[in-house]
């Protein structure tokens, strides 16, 4: 069974770059049937979809996101980062790696990471 | 993007109610729609997927229909375990969007 876990730091400074990590066990990454992503939900709302690493490289990013956001795998170590920069405080949220087909069918447990000066 | 409405945004109901959730998108999905139960502080877990199939290990009370734009989840007979906040989620195209949300809880 497929297991993911979020890493990084919890807080993050305004105008700084969020970086996490999902490690994944129980599933290889370089995998072509499914894709890895991101999700996050800011505390008290609903779910917002970051973006996707798939197959290697190939990546598809929220375009509300895209000028900031960078997924990256490593193959060797079977674990996706995420770096988003110039953070605000409006990225504040639980941040989820997940793995998805159509559907996101597993989820990491979410990791809180609070921009704060 | 592909902007989904959920309704209603809250319901209280009782154990053993049937209780029915609406999503709707704002264009032609086809069937392309999925519905997650989240609780408190734990991720969302998929319940429904491809607008009427039911997820392995999701419990035979929940079911969901529609296609186009117009979508329901339907819990027959609702459990404890049940209150929680659920989630419509479309897959037709990229950005995948969610919608706001429907929180379950004890009347």
């Known amino acids: 069974q497929v297991q993911l876990q979020e890493s990084g730091p919890g807080l993050v400074k305004p105008s700084q770059t969020l970086s996490l990590t999902c490690s994944v066990s129980?599933?290889?990454?370089?995998?072509?049937?499914?894709?890895w992503s991101w999700i996050r939900q800011p505390p008290g709302k609903g779910l917002e979809w970051i973006g996707y690493?798939?197959?290697?490289?190939?990546?598809n990013y929220n375009p509300s996101l895209k000028s900031r956001l960078t997924i990256s795998s490593d193959l060797s170590k079977n674990q996706f980062s995420l770096k988003l920069t110039s953070v605000t405080a409006a990225d504040t949220a639980v941040y989820y790696c997940a793995r998805q087909s159509n559907y996101v069918d597993t989820w990491g447990q979410g990791t809180l990471v609070i921009v704060s000066s | 993007d592909i902007q989904m409405t959920q309704s209603p945004s809250s319901v209280s109901a009782s154990v053993g109610d049937r209780v029915t959730i609406t999503c709707r998108a704002s264009q032609d999905i086809s069937s392309w729609l999925a519905w997650y139960q989240q609780k408190p502080g734990k991720a969302p877990n998929l319940l429904i997927y491809?607008?009427?199939n039911l997820q392995s290990g999701v419990p035979s009370r929940f079911s969901g229909s529609g296609a186009g734009t117009d979508f329901t989840l339907t819990i027959n007979g609702l459990q404890p375990e049940d209150f929680a906040t659920y989630y419509c989620q479309q897959a037709n195209s990229f950005p995948l969007t969610f919608g706001p949300g429907t929180k379950v809880d004890i009347k």
């Open positions: 690493i798939y197959y290697r490289e190939t990546s």
């Open positions: 129980g599933g290889f990454i370089s995998s072509a049937d499914h894709y």
């Open positions: 491809a607008a009427s």
